[in-house]
């Protein structure tokens, strides 16, 4: 029982969301990711995570909280991608919604360059991916509750 529970522990799921994160802006060529949640309901959406590089230089936390795209996110179910313009500050953005089973519509977005069809596609294949990961974490999460109160309501030995 320890062993197991040791073994499905073993997922954090804030340093896993990290790591997908990481990986979606190295897939994409970017140096900016991160996941954003929106509500069953589709009235708010929060980062769940922003992965930038030291110092922000394009100052992307500012800006997603600013620019409207989490109220676009919320409102959407199909991939979101907004141009590049320098001049206005737009950093370029994509977003594609997550698959995975739960309430709350989960996006995987970059940011930092402008994005073509081809970098959809694969944003989507990754975020496929990711909603797998997302969901095995999750699984093992349920299981270690479960474990655990196995272990709780054992019998003790005599």
């Known amino acids: ?7 499905f522990s073993c997922l954090e799921p804030a340093e896993l969301t990290g790591r997908l994160a990481r990986t979606a802006a190295a897939v994409t060529g970017t140096a900016y990711a991160g996941f954003v949640r929106v509500d069953a309901l589709r ?18 936390r500012r800006w997603l909280t600013e620019s409207g795209v989490l109220k676009e ?5 199909e991939a979101v991608r907004l141009p590049a313009d320098v001049s206005l500050g737009e950093p370029g953005f994509l977003a594609t919604p997550v698959p995975v089973t739960a309430r ?14 081809g970098d959809e596609h694969l944003l989507g294949r990754f975020a ?3 909603g797998r990961a997302l969901e095995a974490a999750s699984g093992c999460e349920a299981a270690v509750r ?9 019998p003790v030995p005599p």
């Open 1 to 7: 029982m320890r062993e197991l529970l040791s073994t």
């Open 43 to 60: 009235q708010e959406s929060c980062l769940l995570h922003v992965h930038t590089p030291p110092g922000d230089p394009l100052r992307l």
């Open 73 to 77: 996110l919320t409102a959407s179910c």
């Open 104 to 117: 709350e519509h989960t996006f995987v977005w970059v940011a930092g360059r402008a994005f073509c069809d």
């Open 128 to 130: 496929t991916a990711a």
């Open 146 to 154: 479960l474990l655990r109160g196995v272990r709780a309501f054992r």
